[in-house]
């Protein structure tokens, strides 16, 4: 019987190479859906401080969710890896602009822009390999989502997946977490009732 880290491995690695296969055009047009019915969603509207990130080429785009979050005034906040042993963190930009690129060669905010709690954060964007309509996440193995949204409070939890990004059914472990709702193409599902 495979452990669960084996399972985890075998699905992220098929996962990815599902997630590859996609044109670029592909993914601009998926993810400007995904983006109109985020910022349409009762969660987003009521987030006065939110948690985004910046894509890589075959993630979900979200350029147009922080430039909403910016243009609607609302407090945009990015994840940064920090210190020696690469615990992730969250620091407000006033501006795309300003992203810098971190590690993993991902944009983040730049050293100087200080650190905010993760308790005032009300709405987490939250990326990952795959998703169960149930809000079982995959992400890529190290950890960082799952150690923070340990300390992120009430904050709502909303993962962004492309069609392809949705699997059946995820392996989990105890510090797994799960995200409260799935923004895709067709709509929110709440991953409570697994409906949209």
């Known amino acids: 019987m495979e452990s669960i880290q084996a399972e985890k491995s075998k699905l992220r690695t098929m996962m990815l190479l599902e997630r590859r296969k996609l044109s670029p055009a592909a993914i601009v047009a998926e993810s400007a859906l995904?983006?109109?019915?985020?910022?349409?969603?009762?969660?987003?509207a009521a987030a006065g401080v939110v948690l985004a990130f910046a894509a890589m080429p075959d993630?979900?785009?979200?350029?147009?969710?922080m430039q909403d979050v910016l243009q609607q005034g609302k407090k945009l906040c990015l994840p940064r890896i920090d210190g020696p042993y690469g615990s992730m963190a969250a620091a407000e930009v006033n501006s795309l602009a300003e992203l810098v690129e971190g590690k993993y060669g991902i944009l983040?905010?730049?050293?100087?822009?200080?650190?905010?709690?993760?308790?005032?954060?009300?709405?987490?964007?939250?990326?990952?390999?795959?998703?169960?309509?149930?809000?079982q996440r995959l992400g890529m193995g190290a950890g960082f989502y799952d150690r923070f949204l340990a300390q992120?409070?009430?904050?709502?939890?909303?993962?962004?997946a492309l069609q392809c990004q949705i699997a059946a059914s995820i392996p989990c472990e105890d510090h797994d977490y799960l995200v409260d709702h799935l923004a895709t193409h067709a709509g929110i599902i709440n991953c409570q009732t697994g409906k949209m």
């Open 34 to 44: 995904i983006a109109q019915k985020l910022l349409a969603c009762q969660p987003y």
């Open 59 to 65: 993630e979900p785009q979200t350029e147009l969710i």
């Open 152 to 160: 992120s409070g009430q904050a709502v939890r909303i993962g962004l």
């Open 108 to 135: 983040a905010p730049p050293p100087e822009k200080a650190v905010i709690d993760p308790g005032c954060i009300e709405l987490i964007i939250v990326p990952g390999v795959a998703f169960t309509l149930t809000g």
